[in-house]
């Protein structure tokens, strides 16, 4: 079975600073990558997504994300946070044309911005 | 479109009652996922259902089951409640041939 490491349970930034959240999956086969966020009192919503083509992915509100098949990396980046990027965020897998554990998330990491 | 709609918001119960959550995905949507989210555990995967059948299932014990129905709604029952089945429980629905899951807000139950 897949699974996935996200590096930081707990991420404080000043606002205007550069976010990096890291993400490493364990699967040897080809694999579907998503980052979702969770904002306070909010449901899940899909960040950016990585089927296939160019590594690296832009999402919504100016996230992007890294593809590094050698490093089985998923990094997300956002040049300058705002204090609304304050949320949970997830780094998800499913293995190609779905599989028996659906997604598969890491455990989030919590991202705090002060103003 | 209305997204993913889960009912009821928020639940208690006793131990050892059962318990049936609701999901309505996405108008056209056939597949409804279920997973469980814990503070200890993060998201888990509880099963997938794609035109009334269960297509996949995680890791959880058979007091935790669900059907679909033929519009696509589907719902989850927990049997036998256990204080440690208190969690959110979140609903995606996906469309036909995609991975891409939406989630709805999830039903808050709490086992007392």
């Known amino acids: 079975a897949q699974s996935v490491s996200q590096h930081n349970h707990h991420v404080i930034l000043s606002e205007a600073a550069s976010l990096e959240l890291g993400c490493n999956y364990s699967y040897g086969g080809t694999v579907n990558l998503f980052w979702y966020v969770q904002y306070p009192g909010q449901h899940l919503q899909l960040l950016l997504k990585y089927f296939s083509g160019d590594p690296l992915v832009k999402g919504i509100k100016g996230f992007e994300a890294e593809f590094i098949k050698s490093k089985f990396s998923f990094n997300l980046r956002k040049p300058s946070v705002q204090w609304s990027d304050t949320a949970e965020y997830f780094c998800a897998v499913s293995r190609t044309g779905g599989g028996a554990d659906g997604l598969t998330f890491g455990k989030g990491t919590h991202l705090i911005i002060q103003p | 479109k209305a997204g993913v709609t889960q009912t009821p918001r928020y639940l208690i119960k006793t131990r050892g009652q059962q318990v049936t959550l609701s999901c309505s995905p996405i108008?056209?949507?056939?597949?409804v996922s279920w997973y469980q989210q814990t503070p200890g555990q993060g998201l888990q995967f509880l099963f997938e259902y794609f035109s009334e059948t269960q297509r996949n299932k995680g890791n959880f014990p058979g007091r935790f089951s669900g059907r679909q129905f033929s519009n696509s709604r589907s719902e989850m029952n927990v049997s036998t409640l256990e204080l440690g089945d208190s969690a959110l429980y979140l609903c995606a629905s996906s469309a036909t041939g995609k991975t891409e899951a939406f989630f709805g807000q999830g039903t808050r139950l709490t086992v007392v």
């Open positions: 108008s056209g949507h056939r597949s």
